[in-house]
Structure formats: C-alpha cells, structure tokens
C-alpha cells in the first residue's frame, strides 16, 4: 500500500513522534510511507519515510496515495479535500477538551464531524470520536523501540524522579506533580526531581524544585536520560490521549506512579503494573512516591510487569494492527 500522512509542523512533539512512528512500522512491513507537512525537515527523530515538503496542505496531491491520514484537527478538511473516501483521522487526543482550544472547540467539533474514519492510540478515544462519526476503530500506541533497553547500571546516590511534559498544557498535571514533590519532602523524601519539557518552563512554574531541568531533548537523549532515573510519575488529567512519556519509561524498566485516568487505566485490565492514584489528587501521589521511595521490592515488582504491560506497544505488533486496519478498508472500497 502507499499510505501518506499530513503533518502541520515537524516539531519537537509526542504526536508528530507517533506518526513518524507508524510510517516506520508500515515501512517495515513492506508498505510505501510519505510524510507531507508544510514544517521543516525532521531532526529529532529518525524517520524512514519519504518526506514532501509544501507550502500548504491544501497543495498536496493525493492522486498516487491510498490513504491520506491526518493527523491533527486542523489537517482533517484539508484530509478530506484532497482525498476525499480514501481520507483517514488519527486521533491521539480529542483536541476540543483541552483548555488551550477552548475558544475553538465549535471549529474542531466540526473537523471531528467529517465523515472521515478514525483510528485511536487508545480504546477511551473510540466512544469520544463516535459521537462525531461513527466509524472509529482502536489501533494502539507505538513506543520506539530504542525505550526497550536496560535501567542505567551506574544508579545515582539519590533517586531521580522524573516528571515529564510542559506545565503550559494543563492536561500534563504538571501542577500536581509539583504538589506530590512538594508534600513527599515535607514527609522527608530525599530525592532529586528531574523534569523534561518540549518547552522551556512557564512563567511561575516552580522549577527551584527541580535539580535538572532538560528542554527539547531528541529520542535518543529521551531514552538515555530515562533510563537513569529511578521512578516516574505521571500526573496527567483525563484529557491526555495516551501519555506516551509514561509508556517509555515502563519499557525502560521504571517504576511509574499514574493518575487513574482512562488512557492509563486502560493498557492492561489488571491495573497492577504502577501505583495509581486519583485525578488531581497531589497529597495521594505524594504518597505514593513515599512508599516507592521505600520499598525496593516494590520498584522491582513494577519495573518487570510495567515493562511486560508495554510490550503491546512494540512497533511491530501495532504495525501489524495498522496493515490489518488498512487492508481490511482498501479490499472493501
């Protein structure tokens, strides 16, 4: 097959990383992968794909393709104006819930109402793009498989908490994460914190908490750093689409604290491969991160069934959902 995908930009960003992803993944099941965007070339990842570089989507030319996928609410009309039935939706996160987009939900609800099919990196997202249209079919995560490697050997003195993904955008719970820092120390955790953005901090955000602050790593310094830390806490709010960060650092081999939120609770139906804790709720987190911090055992017992959990995320077997998803739709049109 000759499957194309329309990017906005190529920036540092969990959702151009899983397109870039699933190009990866056909391509090595034999299928031709185009990236078109109107960004610049791709320097923070490798990619296999093929790469098309226009001044607007809108210019792209559909005709050799057998899918178009967009990949962002704003690619879907110009999805659906150059490719028309052939035209694909991935949704990693329905965009009209987050608080930056509040003022143009009207504008995404309406892209989401295209009849234009939708496959999901996580099984919440189905029933949410259903109300939009109704075809919707899950297809699952990738995590790169450079994620799947060994814990450092030279562990720090001091444990390395990792928080991860810019406070600006709410859905990250950044601000509870803070909060759990905060109150584990108060508790006398000793541990150094260790957060990574795409963005350089926000304005007020409390960074004197942090010992390391990392801005705009690529994947391979992602991974390395990762895999030196010691716990991970994912702090998001129900808004996050899949939470890529904290599936890193389970093939990693990290223990992670989560939020009970659907896109975590949902990777395994046995919810015991991280200690989960409610939504919001930085003072449980806090405990949490205490009682890891505490108990070797623990760590250990996490860090093995974490890393079995995210081995459904391995390229190769959603690849093989992708192909299966595909084929399926190219012999029914």
Known sequence: MNIAYLLEDTNLAGGIRVAAAQADALIGRGHHV?????????????????????KSLDAADAKPFDFVVGTFWTTLESTFAIAGNRAMHLCQGYEGSFTAYRDLKSDIDTAYRLPIPKI??????????????????????????IFYQQRSANRATVPRVLLVGPAQADFK???????????????????????????APAANEPVDLAGEFR????????????????????????????????????????PTVLTEIPSFLSWDGIHDYALFVAEEDGPAMADALVRLLEDDALQRRLAVRGREVVEQFRAEKTGARLESFFSDRLQRR
Not at 136 to 141: D, E, F, L, P, R
Request: charged share 20%.
């Open 34 to 54: 185009t990236l078109i965007t109107t960004g610049a070339p791709l320097t923070w990842r490798e990619s296999r794909a093929q790469w098309q570089f226009v």
């Open 173 to 199: 719970g950044i601000d509870i994460g803070y909060e759990a820092v905060r109150k584990a120390r108060l508790r006398g955790a000793r541990f150094d914190l260790v957060r990574v953005s795409q963005w």
């Open 215 to 254: 801005t705009a790593l690529d994947t391979r310094a992602m991974a390395k750093l990762i895999a030196s830390c010691d716990i991970f806490l994912g702090s998001s709010r129900a808004q996050e689409g899949f939470g890529l960060p904290a599936a890193e650092a389970m093939a990693s081999g990290v």
């Open 120 to 145: 999901t990196v996580s099984p919440h997202l189905v029933d949410i793009c259903r109300q939009f249209y109704d075809d919707a079919t899950y297809i699952g995560q990738i995590v790169d498989a």
